[in-house]
């Protein structure tokens, strides 16, 4: 099987198996270098890490018109909560199994909130799709399970935070990306903004691909 990655720009990705796609926070109206418009983007499921508009971003409307199950830390559900749309509530650590594979979160060292409501512990996600397994890192500094993460879920792919100030930098990036140990890494959470770091060029971990996407292209993991 394959895993078609799009990248939204930011942290956002839609992961696609030809079946199933699955979006993960699509913050596009806003983003100055997203190429994609909220309609455009199809999906069965909407996975968020954290509450900060930056991620959460279109995902409501997106999980509404696709009817997509929103899978986002228990305090995020509760932002739509009688709403119509379907959530499910998770924690760090937690896994559940769906149509297309199954969703984990982790932690992520970071702050959650939505319009200065608390939005519960900000996350890492774990996603499995067309056989193959991402480790998406949210927002966060980092941290030595980052090891542990990648011998338990063996992640094909790491999406990791390089932009500096609100995240790990180049520099921490990089060690993360060698603890986690995926053979491809993506970085993400740069450039979007002027007071983030401006290009990948720091982030360069040892034995790893570093697959730098721009906002709207597409990559076959095969
Ligand atoms: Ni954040
Ligand atoms: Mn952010």
Known sequence: MALEIRFLGHSGFVFGDGRHAVVIDPFLTGNPVAKTKPEEVKCDAVVLTHGHEDHVGDAWAIARRNKATVYACHEITLMEEGSGVETIGMNPGGRVNTAWGWVAFTQAFHSSSHSGRYMGNPCGVVLNLGGKTVYHCGDTGIFGDMKLLGEIYRPDVACVPIGDR?????????????????????????????????DASGFCPKGIEVKELVPGESWRLG
């Open 166 to 198: 609100y995240t790990m930098g180049p520099e921490l990036a990089t060690r993360a990306a060698e603890m986690i140990g995926a053979k491809v890494a993506i970085p993400i959470h740069y450039k979007t903004f002027p007071v983030l770091a401006q």
